[in-house]
């Protein structure tokens, strides 16, 4: 057979195998069981409820991007907030919260954006996973209805600030920091030294300015006055249960629940659609390979790789 | 033909298809016996056609009907669009003065439809990755026919041994004489329904 003759049969061959993966590849979707499941099978065009998941410590992204270009952290959250509410389709959006907190700053920085979002009135429901504590359940307060687990943790309103005091370590091994600043107070919260009586007031009024803010924010966006808050706001954390004897949550249910509520507060069909976060392989691929190269797992706490001391919404047991 | 079929001649007419249109052409007016076999292009494009858009959207059952008898409707589709637009070509090609020859044209017409084959396995990657199958079926698709058309005015320039211009006359002739009735009817048919109502 000549070498023309071998091309042509070449691709008799790949037709004839693409239609037998072609029908596999139908039959397996059919039965539910293959990539049916989180495949785009059709454009969904019609009016419905977009997803924003908000999971792990909540910190804005130091480095500002990774190396693909693609936003992470808080910022990733307020951006995938930003492109729902400039979607027209979008008329709720369902914010799955599983987070212990994070920095003041990015937690706040959320909350702003749903209560943005709120006054463009769109619905935002909140469902809760394993926890949603301390700026989670911040972030969560901002929405118009909240969803928790029997046995989601939640509460932990309060504001932590951590420093470790090596200095009896540095002592030991003998080591000493030669500090030149331009103020007293520029190596505040150093680990080698103790902590100063005035230094200590100085961040504690940082801590009472956000704390204060927390609760403010919390009972704007609860509709719930200060005093009823402020006897479980000193700390403790709570199952979902508890949460709504208090009042911090509406409902007990699952993340089936609150996207049915999320449609029905947004007045749309049971079988409205749902514009979930990233559902493109390709996409996905990019996203963890944005992670090997920046060095680190994007849901790595980035605080803790620094180890900088931070003022946080954060449960921290 | 068995003779036909066992020396592999056909063979290098689906290789022509993609590398020399005119030599096709030339090759498939001199050997009758292609013109049976050419059928069986137009029985292959329906079944990946039907799986390629099955592809694109999530199945019933219903699917195995498509597969095992939806086909021969849409082949028999495709046969009569072939013998259709076929037979209107070569109404143009003898109005401008070419001789008619409706079988060569049909011929042709069936070979130039090969390309169309490629759309399941390009289609089949692009849904197996979830990138935006749809849009590249509309793509391809477009490419595909743009493709079997450039075959057939290549053939049609070999056939009647005229220019590529005057070829690409002889096959677009038809599709414009056929929309410009159709819309005109449509027009008069929109006037009158409209004035029935009026009146």
């Known amino acids: 057979m000549d070498k023309n003759r071998k091309i042509v049969v070449s691709i008799l061959i790949l037709l004839v195998l693409s239609s037998v993966l072609a029908i596999i590849d139908i039959s397996i979707s059919m039965q539910g069981t293959g990539r049916d499941a989180y495949r785009l099978r059709s454009p969904d065009t019609g009016p419905g409820v977009g997803i924003v998941r908000i999971y792990g410590p909540i910190a804005i992204d130091a480095s500002g991007g990774g190396p693909l270009g693609m936003a992470y952290g808080s910022d990733a959250i307020v951006q995938r907030l930003d492109d729902l509410s400039r979607d027209a389709r979008i008329k709720a959006v369902l914010v799955r919260i599983n987070s212990p907190g994070g920095t003041v700053a990015a937690t706040q920085e959320i909350y702003d954006k749903i209560m943005r979002l709120r006054k463009d009135n769109i619905v935002v429901v909140a469902s809760m996973g394993e926890l949603a504590a301390s700026g989670g359940y911040y972030v969560a307060s901002a929405c118009n209805y909240i969803l928790a687990n029997h046995g989601s943790i939640t509460g932990s309103i309060g504001v932590i600030a951590v420093s470790p005091n090596l200095k009896g370590l540095f002592e030991k091994l003998g080591i000493r920091m030669n500090v030149i600043k331009s103020g007293r107070y520029k190596d505040l919260l150093s680990a080698y030294r103790d902590i100063s009586q005035e230094e200590r007031e100085l961040i504690q009024e940082i801590i009472d300015s956000s704390y204060k803010k927390f609760l403010a924010d919390v009972s704007l966006g609860r509709n719930i006055p200060i005093p009823e808050i402020e006897p479980v706001a000193d700390g403790r954390v709570m199952s979902g249960e508890t949460a709504l004897r208090h009042r911090l949550v509406d409902e007990l249910g699952s993340f089936e629940t609150a996207l049915a509520k999320a449609r029905a507060l947004a007045k749309l069909p049971e079988d409205a659609p749902v514009y979930d976060e990233v559902t493109n392989p390709i996409e996905r691929l990019l996203m963890s390979l944005q992670g090997a190269m920046g060095g680190i797992d994007i849901r790595v706490d980035r605080q803790f790789l620094s180890n900088l001391p931070a003022v946080e919404y954060r449960y921290q047991p | ?199």
């Not at chain 2, 007016?29 to 858009?53: H, K, N, Q, T, Y």
């Not at chain 2, 059952?61 to 076929?86: A, C, D, E, H, S």
């Not at chain 2, 409706?102 to 017409?109: F, S």
């Open chain 2, 1 to 199: 033909m068995k003779e036909f079929l066992k020396s592999l001649v056909w063979v290098d007419y689906f290789y022509m298809v993609f590398t020399d249109p005119r030599k096709l052409a030339a090759a498939l007016m001199r050997e009758s016996r292609s013109l049976p076999i050419g059928f069986i292009i137009p029985a292959c494009v329906s079944i990946m056609d039907i799986l390629a858009i099955s592809l694109l959207g999530s199945q019933t059952p219903f699917f195995y009907i498509k597969i095992t008898y939806g086909w021969i409707l849409f082949f028999m589709l495709l046969v009569f669009q072939n013998i259709l637009i076929g037979s209107l070509v070569d109404a143009a090609a003898q109005v401008l003065g070419y001789q008619g020859n409706i079988k060569n044209v049909i011929n042709i017409m069936n070979y130039a439809l090969f390309p169309r084959v490629l759309l399941l396995p390009a289609i089949l990657i692009f849904s197996v990755f979830n990138f935006a199958p749809v849009f590249f079926y509309v793509l391809f698709s477009m490419a595909l026919f743009a493709w079997s058309g450039a075959i057939v005015v290549q053939g049609l320039s070999e056939m009647h041994s005229a220019g590529l211009t005057r070829a690409a006359a002889v096959f677009f002739m038809p599709f414009v004489l056929v929309g410009g009735v159709a819309f005109f009817a449509m027009v008069l048919t929109v006037v009158s329904i409209f004035g029935y109502f009026t009146a």
